[in-house]
């Protein structure tokens, strides 16, 4: 399975973000995040393969145990090689827009 999760899509501040993807990564199925923005069913039953995209920046990871366990304490930033932002904005104006963009688009 592989999840893409998009800091634009949450205005809360950094402190929230990583006690929100924190308790996330705990049990990362069958819970959802506003910053959650694609599921793709790879076949893959066994591997969690994440993108979190935040500050112009993309990180992706496999979720291994080890990398869980350290998740599940400090967030995403756990990952993380540089200092994200610690203020988050224009998350409204992002969800009005994809709210007008009709149900049946196409990434074609």
């Given amino acids: 399975m592989k999840i893409v ?4 899509y949450c205005d809360a501040a950094l402190s929230f973000c990583a006690r929100c993807s924190a308790a ?11 910053c959650i923005v ?6 893959n039953d066994e591997l969690l393969h994440f993108t979190v995209l935040t500050d112009d920046r993309t990180l992706e990871f496999d979720l291994t145990s ?5 998740l599940a304490l400090e ?15 224009g998350a409204a104006d992002r969800w009005r827009a994809l709210s007008r963009v009709p149900a049946t688009h196409s990434d074609a």
């Fill in 24 to 34: 996330f990564f705990q049990k990362p199925m069958g819970t959802d995040r506003p």
């Fill in 38 to 43: 694609e599921i793709v069913d790879d076949g």
């Fill in 66 to 70: 080890d990398i869980q366990e350290g």
């Fill in 75 to 89: 967030g995403w930033e756990f990952l993380a090689s540089f200092d994200p932002a610690l203020f988050r904005h």
């Fill in 5 to 8: 999760m998009d800091r634009g």
